[in-house]
């Protein structure tokens, strides 16, 4: 009890504290936060932006650093863009965070995240849930989930947003960036007539 209650003074402090802190917002800038990093929804949307805009500051926000091999393939590219790889835990971290005209996260970007601090804060997820999340586990919305988060359907938008705290018109039904790779133009993987599949890809867990 103690504990929590010394977490909410301190995100209180912080949050008030970032508010008088002015950064100025870079519109060309987009962030992008998964875990683990590079992976998931936030990495097969950064490929589509990466590989079919130019001129953008893209910026992914890491746990862990990249070997000098894995950062130079993925400069290379596509060098009309200008690619960042920070630590999220870091003052350099947040500052772009904040800068940012438009944050893509799967998980909680950080513990301070709030409606109208800095960027405006996409919530990609990290696939449709059967199981309780957010208001559903805790009962109450310990967290900012976004200003927008996506679904694959209808009935996902309404579970979305109640247990994301997020309106109902800003769960965008657009489907999964990551699903995209089975459908495209250029690679049609699941095209046979009549072919019933049957697909199941539980989450791995060490435990």
């Keep these: 009890m103690f504990k929590q209650k010394l977490y909410n003074v301190i995100k209180k402090i912080i949050t008030f504290s970032l508010r008088f802190i002015f950064i100025k917002k870079n519109y060309k800038k987009i962030s992008f936060i998964s875990f683990p990093d590079l992976s998931d929804n936030s990495w097969y949307l950064f490929n589509y932006i990466n590989d079919n805009r130019e001129n953008l500051i893209l910026v992914w926000l890491i746990d862990q650093n990249l070997s000098k091999t894995k950062l130079s393939r993925l400069k290379n590219k596509n060098k009309?863009?200008?690619?960042?790889?920070?630590?999220?835990?870091?003052?350099?971290?947040?500052?772009?965070?904040?800068?940012?005209?438009?944050?893509?996260?799967?998980?909680?970007?950080?513990?301070?995240?709030?409606?109208?601090?800095?960027?405006t804060q996409i919530n990609l997820w990290h696939g449709?849930?059967?199981k309780k999340i957010g208001v559903y586990r805790h009962k109450k919305l310990l967290y900012f989930y976004g200003d927008f988060a996506i679904s694959t359907s209808d009935k996902y938008s309404e579970i979305l947003s109640n247990a994301f705290g997020i309106q109902k018109k800003s769960i965008l039904p657009f489907g999964l960036p990551r699903n995209d790779i089975l459908v495209n133009k250029k690679n049609i993987f699941f095209n046979k007539k009549n072919l019933k599949l049957v697909l199941w890809l539980p989450t791995f867990r060490n435990s």
């Design 128 to 130: 449709m849930p059967i």
């Design 80 to 119: 009309n863009n200008k690619l960042l790889f920070i630590r999220k835990k870091s003052f350099r971290g947040i500052y772009h965070f904040l800068s940012s005209r438009i944050v893509f996260f799967t998980h909680i970007p950080y513990f301070f995240s709030q409606k109208n601090l800095g960027p």
